[in-house]
């Protein structure tokens, strides 16, 4: 989720004289399964990983641990829970209506030039096979040999730079949720031939690469040209791409069936991964209850699942003694708090006695037992980026002291008298953070009054309309420094969802996204955090989870640790032997 644009028309120039190159092969590993549980280490059937419970580090994985598969063991049809089904095949739409199908199949069915994985921050190339930036505000893209899935407009027809960049300006037509990047930093994608796409840039932006701009998992996905016009009855039934994935079949939308698309690219950059994808397929099966899932897995009807706490996750492992791999990691998605930028929020004391109201360490214990850990305006997962555990300024955000938040309430004229409204949707988290911040401000006498309403109706009216004093949500998985630091600017009559404006705060936030040396960078992303914390800018993290998941030991090839890159998921394979 971005801001109703996120107001990125600021700019604070920079110049960069060195030429940059991006060269090189993508690190041959996969995911366990798109539509699933995730990062479940193979040799691992207590969850420890040796870096430490507290902090749910995993230790990376490539899936090279597992070998390859013999021929026999390539036939394997993975079978995975999907919590719900998807309203169409469509990858275009508004907003969150689409995103599930965007996710989903930009995953799978659809190919990209690259990603950047969270672990590394570095580019692996996919269809790329060489990527440079001859100045600050061209990149240009050389694409392998690759060729279209054998349905729909353009059966086996070569992938072209002209459906990259077709590709490109549907999305950016169809405004995909959070990737303001296409309309406010992008210039053009042009196609200069068959095989070189080049991208331009009104201004520079060090973060073009990474997955909330050009190397979206939804808005880099590559579709044939043909199929972006006139054919949308076609897009709302099937989804034809490049990827390693073709949609086999589905139920309306449940009960998906992905198939090895035989004809699949044999290059990853510059890596040869001839005969990827190891499984031949995967049944995504629909399962909408919790307990159901875990039945169905305990029952060994699917062959992967994710646990709701460490202590399920534990007892499940005891009760299947043996069969099951588990794992932990640290969660890309994390807590908040928001508050709409009007009186009595405007009060920088006002602001901040909320925050001293807010207890990250008790919230955590009653939300997940105390496996989460305290997010500042980065998300800890950033490690490169976010600011250290013991950090001074980061230590005094976390901090609570109901008595000195009174004095502060006290001080501003606060009126004690009033019900501040807190919105949130019907998430089970989100509502449990609705009720433990109720109690929390209410010890520093702030009267709270819980509003829940459907998801759809918060996301399209409450929050992307700013219609609300208080909210709090869990945040997407965001796979980048980009669009954390992104929810606190403003600019050119843009607003952020708290109608938040703080010049000060959206000029550091440009300066690390216009910084393209990387150690500056870093030190600029961490400037801008303790501008924000020090201003106690409206939008207040709390914290990120610790996930936990299982599979069974035949499930090889799994990764960890390297975020939404393991979702690509090539060389997972199957080992009932």
């Known amino acids: 989720m971005s801001g109703r644009d996120l107001g990125l028309r600021y700019w604070t120039d920079r110049r960069v004289t060195r030429r940059r190159m991006i060269v090189g092969a993508a690190a041959g590993s996969a995911g366990l399964a798109a539509l699933a549980a995730f990062g479940c280490s193979s040799d691992d059937n ?27 063991q390539r036939n394997g049809i993975l079978r995975t829970r999907a919590a719900n089904a998807l309203p169409s095949m469509n990858p275009f739409g508004p907003g969150i209506f689409a995103l599930a199908q965007q996710l989903t199949l930009g995953f799978t ?17 996919f269809l790329a096979t060489n990527v440079e930036q001859p100045d600050e505000l061209t990149v240009i893209a050389t694409l392998g040999d690759a060729v279209f899935q054998d349905k729909g407009p353009a059966p086996g027809r070569a992938v072209e730079a002209e459906d990259v960049a077709a590709s490109f300006k549907r999305y950016r037509d169809e ?3 959070g990737y303001s990047w296409l309309h406010d930093v992008m210039e053009d994608i042009v196609a200069e031939d068959t095989k070189t796409v080049k991208i331009t840039q009104q201004r520079p932006w060090a973060w073009v690469f990474t997955s909330s701009n050009a190397g979206s998992p939804i808005s880099s996905s590559i579709l044939p040209r043909e199929i972006l016009q006139d054919h949308d009855d076609l897009l709302q039934r099937d989804a034809i791409g490049s990827s390693h994935w073709v949609l086999d079949s589905h139920d309306n939308g449940a009960n998906i069936k992905l198939r090895r698309f035989e004809n699949f690219r044999t290059h990853q950059g510059t890596r040869d991964i001839t005969g990827q994808p190891f499984l031949a397929g995967i049944n995504s099966i629909l399962i909408t209850d919790e307990n159901a899932a875990l039945a169905a897995f305990v029952a060994n009807e699917i062959d992967t699942t994710s646990f709701s706490s460490r202590k399920q996750m534990e007892d499940t492992a005891a009760e299947l003694s043996g069969k099951i791999g588990t794992s932990f990691d640290l969660a890309r998605d994390y807590l908040n708090l928001m508050l709409k930028y009007e009186p009595p929020f405007t009060d920088l004391r006002v602001r901040k006695a909320i925050n001293l109201l807010l207890d990250r360490d008790e919230a955590g214990l009653l939300l997940r037992d105390g496996d989460v850990v305290k997010a500042g305006p980065m998300p800890p997962v950033h490690k490169r980026y976010a600011l250290a555990e013991d950090d001074p300024d980061l230590m005094e955000y976390f901090r609570t002291d109901v008595a000195e938040a009174k004095q502060l309430l006290e001080a501003s004229s606060f009126d004690f008298d009033q019900e501040i409204e807190l919105k949130h949707s019907n ?10 911040i109720k109690e929390q401000l209410g010890r520093g006498d702030v009267k709270v009054k819980l509003v829940q309403e459907d998801l759809v109706k918060w996301f399209s009216q409450t929050l992307n309309q700013g219609q609300f004093q208080m909210t709090c949500f869990q945040h997407l998985a965001y796979e980048d420094p980009d669009l954390p630091l992104r929810f ?13 404006d703080e010049p000060k705060v959206t000029e550091a936030v440009l300066a690390a996204a216009g910084e393209l040396d990387e150690e500056e960078r870093v030190k600029k992303v961490q400037d801008a955090q303790r501008l924000i914390m020090s201003e106690y800018s409206p939008m207040l993290n709390l914290m990120s989870f610790i996930n936990f998941s299982g599979r069974y030991n035949y499930v090889k090839g799994a990764i960890t640790g390297r975020g939404s890159y393991g979702l690509f998921n090539r060389t997972t394979w199957l080992d009932k032997a």
């Not at 870096?51 to 598969?69: E, L, V, Y």
């Not at 606190?488 to 938040?500: A, E, K, Q, S």
């Open 46 to 72: 207590n969850g420890n990983d040796g870096n430490g419970p507290d902090r749910g580090t995993p230790r990376i994985n490539d899936g090279s641990q597992d070998g390859t598969p013999s021929p026999e």
């Open 109 to 125: 069915v659809f190919d990209h030039m690259w990603y950047v994985p969270t672990d590394t921050g570095e580019i692996e190339l």
């Open 175 to 177: 405004s995909p949720i």
């Open 427 to 436: 998430r089970p988290n989100d509502a449990g953070i609705a009720q433990i």
């Open 488 to 500: 606190y600017m403003t600019g050119n009559g843009i607003t952020n969802f708290m109608n938040y």
